[in-house]
C-alpha cells in the first residue's frame, strides 16, 4: 500500500509538472521563435540598406589608393641610370619608405646590392707579411709578431703598411697594452688614401675603424677617447651609403657588416649621438640586409611586373613589386608594416564612420586594416590590378551597427515581446509557487497523519490489553498485577512523551515556539536532564559517565528548551545502543562556545543517514517492524531548538561503533571569552 500510494503521488506530481510546462514554455518559445523571424527580417533590410551605402565608400577608397600607386609608379619612373647605387639606394628607403631595393640592368645583371668575398687572415708565403701573421695566428708569439709589423709600417707598398700597422695594434691589444694599441690604431684608422680609390685600402681603413671601436670599449671611458670613439663613429658614418661620389665606397655585405658594428658601438657608448641620425642608419642597415637576401632568392624577370606578390625572407613576410624603367629593373621591397601605407586610401575613407575594413593578400594572409573584426563581412571587393587576387572586406564596427539602425524598428517587436515573456514567466512561477506548496502541505499532512496514527495506536493498544487484563482479574498473583500497572504506566509516558512532540512540532510549524533566555551554567542543564532519564537509564541497565570541565562560562538560553535538548539526545542514545549501553556526556568550552558532547557505542549511522537525520519524520529504519520506538521528530525539534540558540550541532558516527552529537552555544559576551 506504501508503495502503491508513493507511485500515485509522484504520478500526480508529473502531471501539474508537465500541465506548467505546457502553459509556459511553449507560448514563450512560439513567441521568441516570432520574434526572431521578424527581428532578422528588419535586419537583412538594414544589412542591403547599408550595404549599397558603403558600396561608394569602397570605391571612392579603391580609387585613392589606385592613384596612389600610379604616383609611386610614376616616382620610379623617374630614376635615372646612377653610377653610385647608394643615392638612388638613400632615396627610396629615407623617403619613398620602402623596406629594400634590388636594382638590375637591362641584362639582368645586379647592379645593388652587389657583394665581394671578405679576405682572411692568412697571406700568401711571398707576402712581407708572412712572418709576422704566423707569430701572431699560428705560434701566438704576440710580442714578437708586433715587432715584425712595426718593422713593416714603413714600407713602401701602402697596402703592406697599413696592414702592418693594424697587425701592431692588434698584437698590442692581445697583450694588454691598450693605450699603445689605441694610439698605433689611429695612424691606419686615419692615414691618408691615396687620390685614385683603392677598394682594398678603403676596406683596410675601415678594418682598423672597427678595430679601434673594439679597443676603445676595452679601455674604459675618458674624455680622451670619448673624443676618438666619437671621431672614429663619424668617420666609419660618413662612408657608409654614401650619396656623394660617382661609386660605392664598399661592396653591400662589407657595408652592411661595419653599419651594424657602428650600430653596437653606438648601443654600447654613452655617445651623445643625433638620434635621428642613428635611426636613419637603422633604417638602412635593415633595408640593405633584406635587399640583399631578396637578392639572392629573387630572379628579375620570374614573374609578372607592377603587381605586388608575397614572399619569406629571413623568416619574415615581404611584399615585393617588379618595375621596369628604360635602363633597369627594380625590386622595391615592403614589410608587413610597410604594405599598409599603400593602403591609406582605405585608412582615410573609413575612419570615423561605423564600418572597419580589412585587406587579405592572395595567399588569405592579413594585410592592412583591423585584424580581426566582429562578426561577418557584410561586403567584399577585390584591390586593383596592381595587387592581384587580393580583396578587401566591409565590418561593421564592434558588430553592433545592425542593431544600431534597425533599434527603432524592432524596438516595438522586442519590448512587446519581452512584456509577454514576463509576465508568462510570473504566471508560471506564481503557479509553480503555488502548486509547490500545496503539494508540500498535502505530503507533510499526509506524513503527520500517518506517523501520528501508528506511533499513538501501538502505546494505547497495549494500554488497553494490559488494563482488560487487569480487569478481568487474569493474573496470578499481586506482583504481576504491579508488573502490569508498570508496564501500563511506561505506556502511558511513552505516550505523553510523543504528544509533547506533536505538540512542540505543530508550534514549530506555526513558529510560534518561543524561548525565555537567561545566562544559564551548562552544568544545572546537564544536572536536569540526567535527572529526568535517570530512571529510564537504571531500568536499562546503562553504564553513565558525564565529564563537567569546570570552571564553564555562562550561556545564554532556554533552560528548559535546552534540557529539552540533552534529553532527546540521552533518549536516543539509550534506544539505539545493544545490551551493553555506554552513554557518556562531555561539557567543555571550546573558544566563543560551551560544548555539549552525548557520545554513545550504539548502532551507529552511515554518511548517508548522518545528511538526513535532522528532517522531520526521518528515521533509519522506516518500516514498521521496526524495533526502536519514536515518529522522528526528536532530532528535528534539537536541530530547530539550537538553530534558535544561534548554535549548532555536530555529528561523528560510524556504523556498528557508535555515535557522538556535540552542540555548540555561543557563550555570554564578554563572560570568559
Known amino acids: ?62 580609387a585613392k589608393t589606385e592613384s596612389l600607386y600610379a604616383a609611386r609608379l610614376a616616382s620610379l ?39 665581394a668575398d671578405v679576405a682572411g687572415n692568412d697571406a700568401p708565403s711571398d707576402s712581407p707579411l708572412a712572418d709576422a701573421r704566423q707569430q701572431e695566428f699560428a705560434r701566438q708569439q704576440y710580442s714578437e ?5 712595426d718593422s713593416l709600417s714603413t714600407h713602401s707598398d ?66 680622451l677617447h670619448s673624443e676618438i670613439l666619437h671621431r672614429t663613429v663619424n668617420a666609419l658614418s660618413n662612408d657608409l651609403y654614401n650619396p656623394a661620389g660617382d661609386r660605392a665606397l664598399l661592396p653591400a655585405n662589407q657595408n652592411l657588416f661595419i653599419a651594424k658594428k657602428v650600430l653596437e658601438a653606438l648601443q654600447s657608448s654613452n655617445l651623445a649621438e643625433d638620434a635621428k641620425a642613428t635611426d636613419k642608419l637603422t633604417k638602412l642597415a635593415a633595408a640593405e640586409e633584406l635587399s640583399i637576401a631578396a637578392a639572392e632568392t629573387i630572379r628579375p624577370f620570374s614573374s609578372q611586373f607592377d603587381g605586388f606578390f608575397q614572399t619569406d625572407l629571413d623568416q619574415q613576410r615581404v611584399y615585393g613589386l617588379r618595375h621596369r624603367t628604360q ?84 524596438a516595438v517587436y522586442m519590448w512587446t515581446g519581452v512584456l509577454v515573456i514576463v509576465l508568462i514567466l510570473m504566471a508560471g512561477g506564481f503557479a509553480t509557487r503555488a502548486v509547490g506548496k500545496q503539494i508540500r502541505l498535502s505530503r507533510l499532512k499526509n506524513d503527520f497523519i500517518a506517523t501520528v496514527s501508528h506511533e499513538l495506536k501501538t502505546p494505547l493498544a497495549s494500554m488497553r490489553v494490559l488494563v482488560d487484563t487487569l480487569l478481568e482479574g487474569n493474573v496470578r498473583d499481586e506482583a504481576q498485577a504491579k508488573e502490569y500497572l508498570r508496564l501500563t504506566a511506561k505506556e502511558n509516558e511513552r505516550l505523553s512523551r510523543m504528544i509533547d512532540n506533536f505538540l512542540t512540532f505543530s508550534r514549530m510549524e506555526r513558529n510560534k515556539m518561543a524561548f525565555t533566555l537567561a ?17 529510564k537509564f537504571v531500568a536499562h541497565n546503562c553504564h553513565f559517565a558525564i565529564d563537567v570541565a569546570e570552571p564553564l562560562p555562562e550561556i545564554q538560553a532556554d533552560h528548559d528548551a535546552m534540557v529539552t535538548v ?17 552513554i557518556a556526556v562531555k561539557i567543555f568550552h571550546d573558544p566563543g562556545f560551551v560544548c555539549f558532547a552525548v557520545s554513545d557505542n550504539g548502532i551507529g549511522l552511515t554518511r548517508k543517514h548522518t545528511r538526513r537525520i535532522f528532517d522531520r519524520f526521518y528515521q533509519v529504519d522506516s518500516s514498521l517492524a521496526r ?47
Request: positive net charge; glycine residues 6%.
Open 1 to 62: 500500500m506504501k508503495f502503491g500510494s508513493a507511485l500515485i503521488k509522484r504520478h500526480n506530481q508529473l502531471q501539474w509538472v508537465a500541465l506548467l510546462a505546457v502553459a509556459v514554455v511553449l507560448p514563450t518559445v512560439t513567441l521568441l521563435w516570432f520574434m526572431s523571424r521578424v527581428v532578422a527580417n528588419e535586419r537583412l533590410v538594414v544589412r542591403q540598406k547599408l550595404a549599397a551605402l558603403y558600396q561608394d565608400k569602397l570605391a571612392d577608397a579603391t
Open 77 to 115: 619612373d623617374k630614376i635615372k641610370p646612377v653610377t653610385n647605387p647608394y643615392s638612388l639606394f638613400r632615396r627610396l628607403v629615407l623617403e619613398e619608405n620602402f623596406q629594400g631595393v634590388v636594382v638590375w640592368d637591362a641584362d639582368g645583371s645586379a647592379v645593388y646590392p652587389q657583394s
Open 519 to 535: 545566562d544559564v551554567r551548562p552544568a544545572a542543564i546537564a544536572n536536569d536532564a540526567i535527572e529526568s532519564v535517570k530512571t
Open 327 to 410: 635602363s633597369s629593373t627594380l625590386l622595391v621591397l615592403l614589410s608587413e608594416t610597410g604594405i599598409a601605407s599603400a593602403f591609406s586610401g582605405y585608412q582615410d575613407t573609413f575612419t570615423g564612420t561605423e564600418s572597419a575594413y580589412r585587406i587579405l593578400d592572395a595567399a588569405g594572409n592579413f594585410v592592412a586594416g583591423t585584424p580581426r573584426p566582429a562578426g561577418k563581412s557584410f561586403t567584399a571587393a577585390p584591390l586593383p590590378a596592381a595587387f592581384p587576387g587580393w580583396k578587401v572586406e566591409l565590418y561593421f564596427e564592434g558588430g553592433d551597427v545592425f542593431e544600431k539602425a534597425a533599434r527603432r524598428q524592432i
Open 566 to 582: 540533552l534529553v532527546n539526545l540521552l533518549d536516543n542514545a539509550c534506544k539505539y545502543t545493544a545490551e551493553d549501553k555506554q
Open 158 to 223: 701602402p697596402r703592406v703598411a697599413l696592414a702592418a700597422m693594424i697587425g701592431k695594434s692588434r698584437c698590442l691589444s692581445k697583450l694588454g697594452r691598450l693605450e699603445e694599441s689605441i694610439d698605433e690604431c689611429q695612424k691606419a684608422a686615419f692615414a691618408a688614401l691615396p687620390d685614385r680609390e683603392d677598394p682594398v685600402l678603403r676596406l683596410a681603413v675601415e678594418n682598423a675603424r672597427l678595430l679601434l671601436l673594439s679597443v676603445l670599449n676595452r679601455s674604459g671611458q675618458s674624455p
Open 145 to 149: 709578431a708586433a715587432q715584425l709589423y
Open 627 to 673: 524495533k526502536a520506538e519514536g515518529c522522528g521528530l526528536g532530532l528535528s525539534i534539537v536541530k530547530f531548538i539550537v538553530d534558535a540558540h544561534k548554535g549548532r550541532i555536530d555529528v561523528e558516527s560510524k556504523p556498528g561503533k557508535g555515535s557522538t552529537f556535540t552542540v555548540r552555544i555561543p557563550v555570554v559576551r564578554g563572560n570568559g571569552d
